[in-house]
Every structure is written in structure tokens, then in C-alpha cells.
């Protein structure tokens, strides 16, 4: 008779060890896109590269976090709520830092980001707090 919990198990351990791979991959990737973004900022205009520049670093960061997530997670078989809020406050700053480089944001966009990151905060904040971990 198949153990379903154990074969569950298995089945999840493979694919995380899988994600955790191809996010180790993209950071590999990632870092050498940075590293020939360099020259751009000499080639093309110092505004433009540097923008570039920093939505790539950015977007590393939140790789980053994915990575770290999912490294948790095969640890201790669950994801922390601050490690969601974590990654999902890293995207919302990434945009609003996108956004205001390219200078393409409404306010109504900016708004909502900042309550987004307020809300994140707060979430953010009471997870700490009130965690299990501290019982």
C-alpha cells in the first residue's frame, strides 16, 4: 500500500529542490546581466543605464528572496508569513523605484503602491510581533 503522505512529501521535496535550482540559475544569470549592464551606462546615457542598472539589481533582490523562501521551506516544510511579505514588499518597492525613474506613474498608481506598502508594513510588523515562535 502507498504512505500518501510520504510519497506527498517526496513529490514536494523534488519540486522545491527543482525551483530552488532554476532560481539559482536566474541569480547566476541575473548577476552576469548586471555585470554587462555596466557598459551601458558608459555607451549609452548615464540616465538610461543606471536605470536599467538598478531595475536589475532590484529584481535580483527579489530572486533573492524567492531563494530564500523556498530554502525555508525545504527546511522546515512551511513558509513564513514574513517571508511572503517580505518578497511581496521588495516587488512593490521595485515598481515604485521603476516607475519613478521612468517617470511613467499616475498618482493614483503612487498612491496605491504606498498603501499596498503601508498595509505590507503593518502585516509585516504583527507577523514579528505575534509570532508563533515567540510563544
Known amino acids: 500500500m502507498i504512505d500518501h503522505p510520504k510519497f506527498f512529501k517526496k513529490i514536494t521535496d523534488s519540486i522545491v529542490t527543482i525551483i ?3 532560481l539559482l540559475l536566474t541569480l547566476i544569470a541575473g548577476m552576469l546581466r548586471v ?4 557598459r551601458s ?3 549609452d546615457s548615464l540616465d538610461g ?3 536599467k542598472i538598478v531595475t536589475n539589481i532590484l529584481t535580483l533582490f527579489i530572486v533573492i528572496e524567492f531563494f530564500k523562501t523556498f530554502a525555508d521551506y525545504s527546511r522546515f516544510d512551511r513558509i513564513k508569513l514574513t517571508d511572503i511579505t517580505d518578497v511581496t514588499i521588495l516587488i512593490a518597492m521595485r515598481e515604485i523605484t521603476v516607475g519613478l525613474y521612468s517617470k511613467s506613474f499616475t498618482y ?3 498612491f496605491a503602491l504606498s498603501a499596498l506598502l503601508l498595509v505590507l508594513g503593518t502585516i509585516r510588523v504583527l507577523a514579528v510581533r505575534y509570532s508563533p515562535e515567540r510563544a
Open 35 to 38: 555585470l554587462l549592464d555596466i
Open 41 to 43: 551606462v558608459a555607451i
Open 108 to 110: 493614483e498608481m503612487l
Open 20 to 22: 530552488l535550482y532554476v
Open 49 to 51: 543605464g543606471f536605470n
